[in-house]
């Protein structure tokens, strides 16, 4: 079983498991003009394993792997009304990039990325004890804090991406909640290794999972 398939597992286990807890919780309902901060912590799961060619594009038999990461991250949403709000998501995560191919598995880079996303949600059951919803919106991936391994020059071009999301929250009380919140964004980076000696386009498409504590002020 893949990560993100254990993580996803783990995060729906939670929710069930919340929702049955907290069954006789009657929640304020979402309301317009409302402020929502959650804490979460948050995986960064990357799907990259795009091939590496040369400066020509002929084959070398390698691929491009980036390693998943765990930080935590804050997300901010205002509610334009009860149904509707525009979320902002916050954090950074580090990543290894790895060549690897028949006998290669070698560290190439290590970089770490900001990678703000803004959505419009949709919260179809605002006043529910469980309130799902779903969104849509863009992200810009920006790396920075390089770091070059094992005799490797790697550059990775910043860019736009998009992101669709689906989440849910349960009240822990009157102001607190527990959510979980899943994204999946599309994004990919032209990597140039060694002066473009190789490349490689690295559609690094992460799911990101997180559980967290939303407080509504």
């Known amino acids: ?5 254990t993580l996803a597992l783990a995060l729906l286990a939670g929710l069930a498991a919340a929702t049955a807890a907290n069954a006789q ?10 402020i929502v901060l959650n804490v979460r912590a948050t995986g960064v799961l990357p799907e990259a394993g795009d091939p590496i060619l040369t400066a020509a594009g002929a084959a070398t038999g ?9 930080k935590p991250t804050i997300g901010l949403s205002y509610f334009l009304s009860d149904k509707v709000a525009i979320e902002v998501i916050a954090g950074t995560t580090q990543h290894t990039v790895k060549a690897v191919g028949g006998a290669t598995n070698v560290e190439v880079h290590k970089t770490w990325v900001l990678p703000p996303v803004v959505s419009v949600q949709y919260h179809p059951f605002p006043a529910a004890k469980f309130s799902p919803y779903v969104g849509a919106g863009l992200n810009y991936m920006l790396f920075y804090g390089d770091k070059d391994l094992n005799g490797f020059k790697v550059k990775l071009d910043d860019g736009f991406g998009y992101a669709l999301q689906l989440g849910a929250d349960v009240p822990l009380s009157e102001r ?3 959510n979980i919140d899943v994204k999946k964004v599309w994004f990919e980076t032209d990597a140039s ?3 473009g000696a190789l490349k490689s386009k690295v559609k690094l498409d992460p799911v990101v999972a997180s559980v967290g504590v939303g407080y509504r002020f």
Request: charged fraction near 30%; charge should be positive; hydrophobic fraction near 30%.
């Open 62 to 70: 390698l691929r491009a792997e980036v390693k998943d990461d765990y």
């Open 176 to 178: 607190y909640n527990l």
């Open 25 to 34: 919780t009657a929640p304020a309902p979402k309301a317009k003009g409302d």
């Open 193 to 195: 290794i060694n002066g």
């Open 1 to 5: 079983m893949t990560t993100s398939k």
